[in-house]
C-alpha cells in the first residue's frame, strides 16, 4: 500500500511539474497585445509596434506569392505572435524550460499554421534585426506547408521554408559542413531542430529545393511537399533523388566562386 502511494504521489508530482512547464504554451496571447490586421496575416504584438509593423508589412508583401507558390487552398489569414522578449517566444513552443536551453540563434518557430516571432526591437538573440524581420518569411512558409501537409517531413518543410524566403547558404557550404547522409536527411522527432542545425540542415535543404527546382517541374515540387511520393512525383525513388542532388552539389556554380 506504501509502495503505491509513493508511486501515485510520485506521478502526481511530475504531472504537476509538466503542467506548471507547459502552461504558457497554451495560450499565445498575452493580456498586453494589440494586433493588426491585414489581407493575408493577423499580427499581434506587445510594446513595440514599429518592429510589429515592419514585420506586418514584410509578411503582407511576400504572403500572397508564398500562397501561389505552395497552391494552398486555405487562404485565412496566418496569426503572427511577436513577443519583445526572446525569452517569452521560447516559452511559448517549450514551456518555461525554453529559455534555459541558452538557444541564443533561436528567434522564431510556428506552432500548426501560427507562427511564434521575438520582436526585432530584441536587440539580445543572436541575429541583427533585418535577420529577425526576415525570418517571419520562414516561419510563415512553415505555417502554410502545414496547411498544405501537417505531416510534410522536417527536411522538406524547412528546405522549402528556406528556399522561399530566400535564405541563400552562404559561401563554400560544402567546404565548412560534410553533405549530410541520406538517413540524416529523414531526421524527425523532439530532437530534430538541434540535429538539423549541427548538420547545416537549413543551409543543405535550401540546395535540396533549389536542386529539385532546376531538374523537375515545380509543380511537381509542390506535389512531393503535399504527398511525399518521389516515385510519383519524379520516376524515381527518394534514395535515386538523394544521389541527384549530390552530383549537383559537387557541380554547382557557386562552389567555384
Ligand atoms: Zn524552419
Redesign the pocket.
Known sequence: MRLTRIVLIGLSLVLLLALMNFWPTFFWETSDMHRIEGETTTVFYQQEEAAARQVFQTAEARAPDIIQLLDTDNTLPIEIYIYDRQTDMQTKKYGRIGPLLGLDWYIG??VKDRVLLTSPADTSSAHESDTIVNAVL??LV?AYNHRINPKMSYWL??GL??YLSDQVPGEDLLGRIPIPTLEETKVSGPLAPLRFADMGG?EYSYTYIEFLDHHYDWSMVVELAKTGDFVWCFGVDEAQVYQEWVRYLNERPSQAD
Do not use: L, M
Open positions: 518557430d510556428n520562414h516561419e512553415h518543410d524547412n521554408a528556406g537549413y
